[in-house]
Nanobody
Framework: QVQLVESGGGLVQAGDSLRLSCAAS????????MGWFRQAPGKEREFVAG????????AYADSVKGRFAISRDNAKNTVYLQMSRLKPEDTAVYYC????????????????WGQGTQVTVSL
């Protein structure tokens, strides 16, 4: 069983930066691909970023490429999402997710989910 707990969300102004964290249960964490998804009211859940088990490869949605960066620290069982130059359209609930098969770039590979953290970006 994998447990994921997100933190770091909040209300910020357009152009600001924010870092989200996801704390995972220790068992087998280093062998899982990890990712971030987001969902705005009335919208479908959207893949944002993924990272392979070793941290050597990453994948990003076109809408966040160049602004967001995913990273992980396997010693701390934690994955991060550094968000910069935030826009109002980034407003959503952000979810941490884990892919046991290690396929970091495929949204369908993610199986375990956190509870979500709200990010609101105002003008």
């Amino acid at each position: 069983q994998v447990q994921l707990v997100e933190s770091g969300g909040g209300l910020v102004q357009a152009g600001d930066s924010l870092r989200l964290s996801c704390a995972a249960s220790a068992r087998t964490f280093s062998s899982y691909a990890m990712g971030w998804f987001r969902q705005a009211p009335g919208k479908e859940r959207e893949f944002v970023a993924g990272i392979m088990w070793s941290g050597g490869h990453t994948a990003y949605a076109d809408s966040v490429k160049g602004r967001f960066a995913i990273s992980r620290d396997n010693a701390k069982n934690t994955v991060y999402l550094q968000m910069s130059r935030l826009k109002p359209e980034d407003t959503a609930v952000y979810y941490c997710a884990a892919a046991p098969n290690g396929d970091y770039s495929s949204p369908l590979a993610y199986y375990y989910w956190g509870q979500g953290t709200q990010v609101t970006v105002s003008l």
